[in-house]
């Protein structure tokens, strides 16, 4: 009988349609996360999930016995219009003074949050839109890869650049890094990611 371990890394490409961030407020030890300062972050483009997860297969008599996956890290890659200095602010931990100025820091952590998009689906053989909504319950922001698309003006017209967030995705205490879950209508997909951030009310 042998083991074999390896690391296997993924990478998959989600059209958004909305989206939303909040800090996290309190962590149950048997729960998923509470939350705060919910932010809509404007009309969502694309985001891109990698996550890196770790198998073992179990062999004996050239064959797989027994196989085991699991979740090590993630990166999610969200691009959106938003980009607003004191949300920005919120996201990545830096300061606002009373003169709306941001203060980016050398001590500034950006703080654990949750982030959370609607995405439009077409079944195959099917001209209706399925809604599925995704929540990430802990991500933090990493402000090493803080960037936006150039914005660019071509024949008389101009083309707004986009915000580009890269957030760690991490576990929370119950063990779960995603969950998603799909509906008839936007209006009911929003609705189960507003119940998820505690909020009753979209801001």
Same mark, same amino acid.
């Given at each position: 009988?042998?083991?074999?371990?390896?690391?296997?890394?993924?990478?998959?490409?989600?059209?958004?349609?909305?989206?939303?961030?909040?800090?996290?407020?309190?962590?149950?030890?048997?729960?998923?996360?509470?939350?705060?300062?919910?932010?809509?972050?404007? $009309?969502?483009?694309? &985001?891109?999930?990698?996550?890196?997860?770790?198998?073992?297969?179990?062999?004996? @008599? #050239? %064959?797989?016995? !027994?196989?085991?996956?699991?979740?090590?890290?993630?990166?999610?890659?969200?691009?959106?219009?938003?980009?607003?200095?004191?949300?920005?602010?919120?996201?990545?931990?830096?300061?606002?003074?009373?003169?709306?100025?941001?203060?980016?820091?050398?001590?500034? $952590?950006?703080?654990? &949050?949750?982030?959370?998009?609607?995405?439009?689906?077409?079944?195959?053989?099917? @001209? #209706? %839109?399925?809604? !599925?909504?995704?929540?990430?319950?802990?991500?933090?922001?990493?402000?090493?890869?803080?960037?936006?698309?150039?914005?660019?003006?071509?024949?008389?017209?101009?083309?707004?650049?986009?915000?580009?967030?890269?957030?760690?995705?991490?576990?929370?205490?119950?063990?779960?890094?995603?969950?998603?879950?799909?509906?008839?209508?936007?209006?009911?997909?929003?609705?189960?990611?507003?119940?998820?951030?505690?909020?009753?009310?979209?801001?």
């Amino acid at each position: 009988m042998s083991i074999t371990s390896r690391k296997k890394q993924y990478k998959v490409t989600v059209g958004m349609q909305r989206s939303w961030w909040a800090k996290i407020a309190t962590e149950p030890d048997s729960g998923h996360p509470t939350y705060t300062d919910v932010e809509e972050m404007g $009309a969502a483009r694309l &985001g891109t999930l990698t996550y890196e997860t770790s198998s073992t297969d179990i062999e004996g @008599d #050239d %064959v797989t016995l !027994r196989h085991f996956e699991k979740f090590l890290r993630g990166t999610f890659v969200a691009e959106n219009t938003l980009d607003e200095l004191t949300v920005n602010a919120k996201i990545y931990g830096h300061a606002v003074d009373s003169s709306d100025i941001e203060h980016s820091n050398q001590n500034d $952590a950006s703080p654990f &949050g949750c982030y959370a998009f609607t995405q439009p689906l077409i079944r195959s053989g099917s @001209d #209706d %839109v399925v809604w !599925r909504a995704t929540f990430l319950p802990k991500i933090s922001a990493n402000p090493a890869n803080e960037a936006q698309n150039a914005a660019t003006a071509q024949g008389g017209q101009i083309n707004p650049g986009y915000n580009n967030i890269t957030f760690t995705v991490s576990v929370d205490k119950t063990g779960d890094w995603r969950l998603r879950k799909e509906f008839a209508s936007e209006a009911l997909a929003e609705a189960w990611i507003m119940d998820l951030l505690g909020v009753t009310t979209q801001t």
